[in-house]
């Protein structure tokens, strides 16, 4: 877009370019000492918020409680809660003595929990042999020592096993050539053999891997103690846009499954709302529709994307269970389509998760550069939004977390934002939070920066504010009694008139 426009002023108007200013230390300036590190037993050292146990797994594994809570194995009647911080791409792989200090540093901040996330970018190997996986040594010996460093400080570990791991479309479709688009992965695992077989050379791979410097392998190592199957894999997320081979079988998936569910063609006519002569799932002949056509039919798709995620989860548990030997707890389905039927689904979950953003940023040209945009309104105001909606993904009875969370840059508002999430979640008496992200480059980690739309170390009111969040979801201080509360809901409703 090209904007012509004339200003013009009378009788003139004085111009003044920015240019540099400098502050220098003096009778009017202190000069201020930038660091990230946090000093033992200063005011910002929450190291010791509540009770912690080093290394991670003395107490064995987490476990879920007949409350239906987070335990640890030789404590099950004490429910446990975990407040944690994801890790991305570059900031995971550091030499050994970043690796220490960063974790001494995420103690310190009071973190008990950290998420490996978007690990899989410089681990793998890009020439692995198709259908295989080969990790790269170098790396994997920086994820071990950072994975060992963690624990040694109380730190558990949650990671997913597939994320954006770069895979060949010839590992899925013979003669294809190319990336294959992660998203697509996603809902390819759940209806091609070829692409299983690749989740699970690359879950074996990982977890079968022996930790020189824990002496476990990751499959067995308690400090490793949820994994989540494959990251933000809703069906519904995705169904409408695919195209191709991966349609082909989403739609052979579909036929075969109506098929065996409705045998009475009425009931199948009934289930659809309309069912033309020239379609019979006999013969395939039955279209894939959208989530957003009209019900019924939606609906029915929504029963069988929630049933095909069923037969995922069982086959991917039994896998991990029987093969792999790996007893960490597990869990699908983190974002973001939610359609009711997935509810039965997630009852058969170690524990449910989900994630949400405040100010997310929209991009108005290309993905993830700017220029981009967010809403810039107060949570407050707007009826303090966020995790709120949450509560309709959490199944009482289960452990439920939410591993992806933020209020982002440059929200004006976004400091406010961990306050409400840790009241939220205190009083909901939900099990863990994972802050979305603390760096997602190890250039960032050491040395004060400009901020970015998510990462923690290079935004001080977000750092702020999670020390709020850190009191109130760790030690429970949100949690009201009755008068209290009353109390609390009366200047709550004042606040919002007032804004």
């Known amino acids: 877009m090209t904007l012509d426009f004339v200003l013009r002023a009378l009788p003139g108007l004085k111009v003044e370019e920015d240019g540099p200013v400098t502050i220098r230390g003096g009778e009017d300036w202190l000069p201020l000492e930038d660091g990230l590190e946090i000093a033992p037993g200063s005011a910002l050292d929450f190291s010791n918020l509540v009770p912690r146990h080093a290394s991670a797994g003395e107490l064995g594994r987490v476990i879920v409680n ?19 911080v994801n890790l991305c791409f570059t900031a995971q792989y550091l030499p050994h003595d970043e690796a220490d200090r960063l974790a001494e540093r995420l103690a310190r901040t009071g973190y008990n929990a950290v998420r490996i996330h978007h690990y899989v970018g410089e681990l793998v190997e890009k020439a692995s042999e198709p259908g295989g996986v080969r990790l790269n040594p170098e790396k994997l010996d920086q994820l071990d020592y950072l994975v060992a460093a963690l624990k040694r400080h109380g730190i558990y570990l949650t990671t997913d096993l597939f994320v954006s791991r770069p895979i060949a479309k010839s ?10 688009p992660p998203d697509e992965f996603k809902l390819a695992v759940h209806v091609n053999d070829r692409a299983f077989a690749s989740y699970q050379a690359f879950a074996r791979a990982l977890l079968g891997h022996l930790n020189p410097y824990t002496g476990l392998r990751y499959a067995d190592d308690p400090a490793l103690a949820w994994l989540g199957l494959v990251n933000e894999d809703n069906p519904g997320n995705f169904i409408a846009e695919i195209k191709g081979r991966l349609r082909e079988d989403c739609r052979r998936a579909w036929n075969r499954w109506l098929a065996m569910r ?12 309309s069912l033309p002569l020239e379609q019979d799932p006999a013969r395939g002949s039955v279209p894939l529709p959208s989530p957003f056509d009209a019900a019924p039919r939606s609906v029915t798709l929504s029963i069988f994307l929630a049933e095909l995620e069923r ?17 960490a707890l597990l869990s699908d389905l983190s974002a973001w389509t939610n359609p009711v039927q997935l509810q039965a689904t997630r009852t058969g979950f170690d524990y449910v998760d989900d994630h949400f953003y405040i100010d997310h940023p929209k991009f108005l040209d290309k993905p993830w550069s700017l220029p981009s945009r967010c809403e810039n309104k107060s949570p407050v105001a707007s009826g303090a939004w966020g995790g709120r909606e949450r509560a309709f993904t959490r199944l009482f009875g289960k452990p439920f977390t939410v591993t992806e969370f933020n209020y982002a840059g440059p929200g004006r508002f976004r400091g406010v934002g961990g306050i409400l999430t840790g009241a939220l979640a205190s009083v909901q008496d939900w099990d863990g939070l994972w802050r979305f992200a603390y760096s997602h480059s190890r250039a960032d980690l050491f040395a004060p920066g400009g901020m970015d739309y998510f990462d923690m170390v ?11 969040s850190l009191c109130l979801f760790l030690r429970g201080e949100a949690v009201f009694d009755g008068a209290e509360m009353i109390m609390f809901s009366e200047l709550l409703a004042m606040r919002l008139k007032a804004h």
Do not use: H, S
């Open 66 to 84: 007949p409350a239906g809570k987070f335990a640890f194995a030789q404590q099950p009647k004490i429910p446990a809660r975990f407040f944690g």
């Open 171 to 180: 590992d899925v479709y013979e003669g294809e050539t190319g990336p294959f």
């Open 262 to 273: 409705y045998p009475d063609r009425a009931e199948l006519a009934d289930a659809l709302g």
């Open 311 to 327: 037969d995922f989860f069982a086959r991917t548990k039994k896998f991990l269970r029987e093969e792999v030997r790996c007893d």
């Open 458 to 468: 290079r935004d001080p009111l977000n750092l702020a504010a999670e020390r709020a």
